[in-house]
T-cell receptor, first 113, second 110 residues
C-alpha cells in the first residue's frame, strides 16, 4: 500500500527566503508523485508531478521537486518565497483505489514579510 | 480541454437532513472519478471511486454513498447527515495518471 508523510504541518519562511517542504513516500511499485497547492476554500491545483522521467521536476510558480529513490523523498523547493505562495501544500502518490491519489496531511506554508 | 464542475460551493445543513453533492466532468470520456473529504488536520481522504457508470467502490465505511448515473456525473449523497460529516469535499477525475480537482464544497452540519 502507498503512503505519504509530510514533515511539518506548518512551515514559516521570510519573503525572499528558500522554501523547502518535505515529503517522504512509501510505495510497493515505482511511484508517480505529485505536489498540489490549495488556497483557502478552493480546490487543489497541480504544481508538478514525477512520472519516472527526469528526477528533477519543474512546476508552476517557480517550484521544483527532486525525486530521490534512495531516500524515498520528493521534497518541494522554491529559491525565493513570495507572499502569494502562502497556502496549503499537499504531496501525493498515485495508487489508491482505481489509481486514486493517496495524500499526505498537508503543510501550511506561512510567508513572513 | 477538460473541466470539472462541482456544486454547491458551500452548504449548511442540519443534522439528520439529506445531502446531495454533484460533480460533472467535461472534455473527456470514461474517466475514473473520485470523491475526497478534507477534514481539519486530517489531510485528504479518498471516500469513493468509480471506474464506470454504476460502478462504485468505497474506501472507508461511513454515512455517505456515491452514485454514477452517467459517464461524466458523480454524486455524493447521504440520507441523514451527522455532525462528523462536516468538511471540505472534493471531486476529482483521472485519466492516464493526472488528477484534476473540482473547486470543492464546504459542508457544515449544524
Amino acid at each position: 500500500a502507498q503512503s505519504v508523510t509530510q514533515l511539518g504541518s506548518h512551515v514559516s519562511v521570510s519573503e525572499g527566503a528558500l522554501v523547502l517542504l518535505r515529503c517522504n513516500y512509501s510505495s510497493s511499485v515505482p511511484p508517480y508523485l505529485f505536489w498540489y497547492v490549495q488556497y483557502p476554500n478552493q480546490g487543489l491545483q497541480l504544481l508538478l508531478k514525477y512520472t519516472s522521467a527526469a528526477t528533477l521536476v519543474k512546476g508552476i510558480n517557480g517550484f521544483e521537486a527532486e525525486f530521490k529513490k534512495s531516500e524515498t523523498s520528493f521534497h518541494l523547493t522554491k529559491p525565493s518565497a513570495h507572499m502569494s505562495d502562502a497556502a496549503e501544500y499537499f504531496c501525493a502518490v498515485r495508487g489508491g483505489g482505481a489509481d486514486g491519489l493517496t495524500f499526505g496531511k498537508g503543510t501550511h506554508l506561512i510567508i513572513q514579510p | 480541454s477538460q473541466t470539472i464542475h462541482q456544486w454547491p460551493a458551500t452548504l449548511v445543513q442540519p443534522v439528520g437532513s439529506p445531502l446531495s453533492l454533484e460533480c460533472t466532468v467535461e472534455g473527456t470520456s470514461n474517466p475514473n472519478l473520485y470523491w475526497y473529504r478534507q477534514a481539519a488536520g486530517r489531510g485528504l481522504q479518498l471516500l469513493f471511486y468509480s471506474v464506470g457508470i454504476g460502478q462504485i467502490s468505497s474506501e472507508v465505511p461511513q454515512n455517505l454513498s456515491a452514485s454514477r448515473p452517467q459517464d461524466r456525473q458523480f454524486i455524493l449523497s447521504s440520507k441523514k447527515l451527522l455532525l462528523s460529516d462536516s468538511g471540505f469535499y472534493l471531486c476529482a477525475w483521472a485519466l492516464g495518471g493526472d488528477g484534476f480537482f473540482g473547486q470543492g464544497t464546504r459542508l457544515t452540519v449544524v
